[in-house]
T-cell receptor, first 113, second 112 residues
Framework: EPEVTQTPSHQVTQMGQEVILRCVPI?????FYWYRQILGQKVEFLVS????????KSEIFDDQFSVERPDGSNFTLKIRSTKLEDSAMYFC???????????FGAGSRLTVL | SQKIEQNSEALNIQEGKTATLTCNYT??????LQWYRQDPGRGPVFLLL?????KEKRKERLKVTFDTTLKQSLFHITASQPADSATYLC???????????FGTGTKLQVIP
């Protein structure tokens, strides 16, 4: 099965700036997820996305976060006004066949200065 | 609240020995329990899944047990190799495409 591809691999931004992280390209998959991992900490669920709608979201996924699938293939995570504590690895994932086995992308490392 | 506990301290074992990693959980009734491997700077990679009605699952040198009464899973790597050195994550899954919740992971170091 095709891997999940994420861009950028690393982004450095100033606090307060908007950031868009992308999963590209993905086809024929319905369920997508965003997770994040702060350095040295656990992988944390942010949001799941099904059929172009948010299916489930965590407490972390507040108003500064949004997800969309703007052109039917790319799947994006937007952080509107970044904070220092948003510095983390952000992983996109999809489910494969059967249960909720996740296939993760390589991640996008976000550094907020 | 739901809690997943894995040994926070690193596990160091000699090459060729069996590594055993523990995952305990509370306030959760998962339909499935999954194990992933994560290398530094990389995304988790799925290894094994065990269902709530299964006691044991094997895949090559890997074995997972699942005790829903004890709320515990054990993950074994037999004949360990230096290439097995990584962080291993336990993950709980309620099924139905709901979120998968990860533990903090245990770092395994296999010493040649």
């Amino acid at each position: 099965e095709p891997e999940v591809t994420q861009t950028p691999s690393h982004q450095v931004t100033q606090m307060g700036q908007e950031v868009i992280l992308r999963c590209v390209p993905i086809s024929n998959h319905l369920y997508f997820y965003w997770y994040r991992q702060i350095l040295g900490q656990k992988v944390e669920f942010l949001v799941s996305f099904y059929n172009n709608e948010i299916s489930e979201k965590s407490e972390i996924f507040d108003d500064q976060f949004s997800v969309e699938r703007p052109d039917g293939s790319n799947f994006t995570l937007k952080i509107r006004s970044t904070k220092l504590e948003d510095s983390a690895m952000y992983f996109c994932a999809r489910t494969g066949s059967g249960a909720n086995v996740l296939t993760f992308g390589a991640g996008s490392r976000l550094t907020v200065l | 609240s739901q809690k997943i506990e894995q040994n926070s301290e690193a596990l160091n074992i000699q090459e060729g020995k069996t590594a055993t990693l523990t995952c305990n959980y509370t306030n959760y009734s998962p339909a499935y329990l999954q194990w992933y491997r994560q290398d530094p700077g990389r995304g988790p990679v799925f290894l094994l899944l065990i269902r709530e009605n299964e006691k044991e699952k094997r895949k090559e040198r890997l074995k997972v047990t699942f005790d829903t009464t004890l709320k515990q899973s054990l993950f074994h790597i037999t004949a360990s190799q230096p290439a097995d050195s990584a962080t291993y994550l336990c993950a709980l899954d309620s099924g139905g495409y709901q979120k998968v919740t990860f533990g903090t992971g245990t770092k395994l170091q296999v010493i040649p």
